[in-house]
């Protein structure tokens, strides 16, 4: 991160912490805007993350001989945005689908790199949907999971992403038992959003580094959720029971607090079990994973916290942004979970 990119943050947070809510919002308008004085009152294409870092050498998005990774362009009623598909060799079957949210400055070819995702859908038979982020849409390419017209069915971005999913599954034979939606950061706060708007599209839900829905309608009340001080969440109307929901989250993120790992679960009205199960990886790295059960004791959610981590991709690759390849396989326990639960 960079070192005045991260001074003006903590100097942001120590203002809020003080109540001095005005000069915290204009400090952190500073520090996103790269130093230059921003005024007190958000605009429309505030960024809510940090910037992405790209370590080690980009290599080509997986494709090839044995699938295809291809461009395309939707639009609705509520807007547009351009997306990549991969799609493996295909034996007559539908097959699951498997939607990727980016983080800021993050774009889907990044992402399919640092999640690996691709090589996943090559070898066990699914499809996966990366949506981007338009620059009109957010300046720094962040999902506006902090704007309240973009947190309910039928509205904003939600509404564009539910209805490009649609014609990805009508168009390309995906089973419409087995779609499910994770992201990173940004892209995981909209995951959560588009599971308690679309839980009928939505078997289960993916949440890395992000928030619960609701939990910001501003800049100002964005920067607080994520720092671990928002207690309260705005929920919109809901057509049904949050879809089941894996939660990835390391303990050391200064960006997004561990605290709103937790919080995602609960929020959808599920109780930590005191059944939890520990680990290491190969690379030393500690890990835990409690469950998450519903009124009537059903086991509906994962909580996994790598210890030590940051905001990053836990087991992603280095030619990504945002990843951490010494942390547990995120994107193969997510896949392993979502399998485990097709919508009813």
Same mark, same amino acid.
């Given at each position: 991160?960079?070192?005045?990119?991260?001074?003006? #943050? !903590?100097?942001? +947070? @120590?203002?809020?912490?003080?109540?001095? =809510?005005?000069? /915290?919002?204009?400090?952190?308008?500073? *520090?996103?805007?790269?130093?230059?004085?921003?005024?007190?009152?958000?605009?429309?294409?505030?960024?809510?993350?940090?910037?992405?870092?790209?370590?080690?050498?980009?290599?080509?998005?997986?494709?090839?001989?044995?699938?295809?990774?291809?461009?395309?362009?939707?639009?609705?009623?509520?807007?547009?945005?351009?997306?990549?598909?991969?799609?493996?060799?295909?034996?007559?079957?539908?097959?699951?689908?498997?939607?990727?949210?980016?983080?800021?400055?993050?774009?889907?070819?990044?992402?399919?790199?640092?999640?690996? #995702? !691709?090589?996943? +859908? @090559?070898?066990?038979?699914?499809?996966? =949907?990366?949506? /981007?982020?338009?620059?009109?849409?957010? *300046?720094?390419?962040?999902?506006?999971?902090?704007?309240?017209?973009?947190?309910?069915?039928?509205?904003?971005?939600?509404?564009?992403?539910?209805?490009?999913?649609?014609?990805?599954?009508?168009?390309?034979?995906?089973?419409?038992?087995?779609?499910?939606?994770?992201?990173?950061?940004?892209?995981?706060?909209?995951?959560?959003?588009?599971?308690?708007?679309?839980?009928?599209?939505?078997?289960?839900?993916?949440?890395?580094?992000?928030?619960?829905?609701?939990?910001?309608?501003?800049?100002?009340?964005?920067?607080?959720?994520?720092?671990?001080?928002?207690?309260?969440?705005?929920?919109?109307?809901?057509?049904?029971?949050?879809?089941?929901?894996?939660?990835?989250?390391?303990?050391?993120?200064?960006?997004?607090?561990?605290?709103?790992?937790?919080?995602?679960?609960?929020?959808?009205?599920?109780?930590?079990?005191?059944?939890?199960?520990?680990?290491?990886?190969?690379?030393?790295?500690?890990?835990?994973?409690?469950?998450?059960?519903?009124?009537?004791?059903?086991?509906?959610?994962?909580?996994?916290?790598?210890?030590?981590?940051?905001?990053?991709?836990?087991?992603?690759?280095?030619?990504?942004?945002?990843?951490?390849?010494?942390?547990?396989?995120?994107?193969?326990?997510?896949?392993?979970?979502?399998?485990?639960?097709?919508?009813?």
């Amino acid at each position: 991160m960079n070192p005045d990119f991260e001074r003006m #943050m !903590n100097e942001a +947070a @120590r203002l809020m912490r003080g109540g001095s =809510l005005g000069e /915290a919002t204009a400090a952190i308008q500073q *520090a996103l805007g790269g130093g230059a004085q921003a005024p007190a009152r958000p605009r429309e294409d505030d960024v809510i993350d940090v910037e992405a870092r790209v370590v080690g050498a980009p290599t080509p998005a997986p494709g090839g001989a044995s699938g295809s990774f291809t461009a395309g362009h939707y639009r609705n009623e509520c807007g547009a945005r351009d997306y990549k598909l991969f799609e493996p060799a295909r034996d007559g079957r539908a097959l699951p689908l498997v939607v990727m949210l980016h983080g800021c400055t993050q774009d889907p070819d990044d992402f399919a790199r640092g999640t690996r #995702m !691709n090589a996943l +859908a @090559r070898e066990r038979g699914f499809l996966v =949907l990366y949506p /981007a982020q338009s620059q009109r849409g957010n *300046a720094q390419r962040c999902w506006n999971w902090f704007k309240h017209n973009h947190q309910a069915r039928g509205k904003g971005e939600p509404a564009i992403l539910a209805g490009l999913v649609r014609d990805v599954i009508a168009r390309h034979d995906v089973d419409p038992r087995r779609v499910y939606v994770a992201g990173l950061s940004a892209g995981g706060a909209m995951a959560a959003i588009l599971g308690d708007a679309y839980p009928d599209l939505f078997a289960a839900v993916g949440v890395h580094s992000g928030l619960p829905a609701g939990s910001a309608t501003d800049v100002q009340s964005a920067f607080a959720a994520m720092s671990g001080g928002a207690q309260s969440v705005r929920r919109g109307p809901k057509t049904g029971p949050t879809p089941p929901t894996i939660v990835f989250h390391g303990d050391a993120d200064t960006t997004v607090n561990v605290v709103n790992g937790e919080r995602v679960l609960r929020a959808a009205g599920l109780f930590a079990s005191p059944d939890v199960r520990r680990g290491a990886t190969a690379m030393g790295v500690a890990w835990s994973c409690r469950p998450f059960v519903d009124a009537q004791g059903v086991v509906r959610a994962e909580e996994w916290t790598v210890h030590g981590a940051g905001h990053a991709w836990s087991g992603g690759n280095l030619s990504g942004s945002y990843t951490d390849p010494r942390g547990p396989d995120a994107s193969a326990e997510m896949l392993r979970f979502f399998l485990q639960h097709p919508r009813a």
